[in-house]
């Protein structure tokens, strides 16, 4: 039966397809209703190259040729920035961990030392050598604001890059922070110029809101960031994924499931997630809409249908048109099948971000935009920073399984990544 209302559906939506524009169309061999999702939502532009030394001089290359995504060559500068004399330099051996530590109460725990850790490895002990608060200038922190600007987003678009530049501001002078897009493009390297970040930034909102839209490569850019933007040496690399995650259904598929994956972008979900383990990154994600997943069926499909004819409206917006009428006969049509979409996705996304010791925060409506950004760097600068050197020696491209609990009190939570894998970049 189900088989049945999904080819029904594909027919349907087939059928109200040839007069669209092409150029809104990316994706081609995916279950029908994820054709049309992604085909009337997103809206591509060119991408940029950046060579600004670090990372490749071709950023994300191998993901824009799977997805042909047109390139410009266009150089940015990187002004240099004076080095804290108290910042450690990080041994590539040196494991770095960061946790946050709450109470029964769900409220953040501060004051804690080195004493008041336990830190083990596989069952073993570790030793600890350092622990930071999450603020502090001795471990420099390298961030990614990685924003989708697809046509999903874009009534979020312009009230999330205004949070991002407060964001900007708060980072220490020690810090470096780099723009990503999903269009696998590198809009800033790392710098800690915080005028061109939010110069970079407002010009990423005005494309966006003249109607000039991503691509929704989105796990395709992250992969290139943790692949050619961190290195082993990145003492404390964070990615703000601000996404909805809809290139899901391109990924590789690895498990049997409702929905079948295209295998366009060249990897799967499990290679992202090993990934992270590798460079040990930490990943806050941003998701805009309301979290579907406790809500009843009814619930679920009313909010996907009104988070798409938004959508539709801001599209509409941008380019100073009517609402496409067909368009609108798609939502209707396949309204069942886009609510389960947009649940697998916010799954993914969510599944992602625990599983590095970060958390997805829901953008309800534009107005909160300020307030996820606000809780994530909060949480950023109330963590600990907790750094050992592994007892166990060995090299091998095994994962390692870590578990920190604050000594004399079981009824505290520790919040942070639980396992990782030896970067193999590492000496």
Known sequence: MKENLLRTNRLRLIELRSPLSMTVCRMAA?????????????????????ENGRGTDEFGAVYRQKGRIKERNGKETQLP???????????????????????????????????DFIVTEDGGQQQLELVHPGDSTVVPRSIVLLIDYSGSQLPYIENSIEAAKILVDQINPNDRMAIVTDNIELLQNFTGDKDLLKEKLENLKRSALKGKFGLSRQYSALMSVMQELFTASDSRPIVIFQTDGDELFDLKQTKKGEFKMSGKSGFSFSDIERLTQTTRSTIYAITPGQRIGNLTTEEKERHAQNFLIQGEEAYAKALNTKINSRRLLIIDASVKAFARYFEEQQMAVETLAKSTGGWTEYVEDPASARIAYDRIMRSINSGYVLGYYPSDESRGPRTRKISVIVRGHPEYKVVGRDSYILDPRSK
């Not at 995916?30 to 950046?50: D, H, K, N, T």
């Not at 080095?83 to 051996?93: G, K, L, Q, R, S």
């Open 30 to 50: 995916i279950i029908a209703a994820a054709i049309f999702l992604q085909a009337f939502l997103i809206l591509g532009v060119p991408a940029q190259s950046s």
């Open 81 to 115: 920035v004076a080095a804290d004399p108290d910042a450690i330099t990080v041994e590539t051996n040196l494991v770095l961990n960061v946790v946050t530590v709450l109470d029964k109460d769900g409220v953040v725990v501060k004051g804690l030392s080195k004493d």
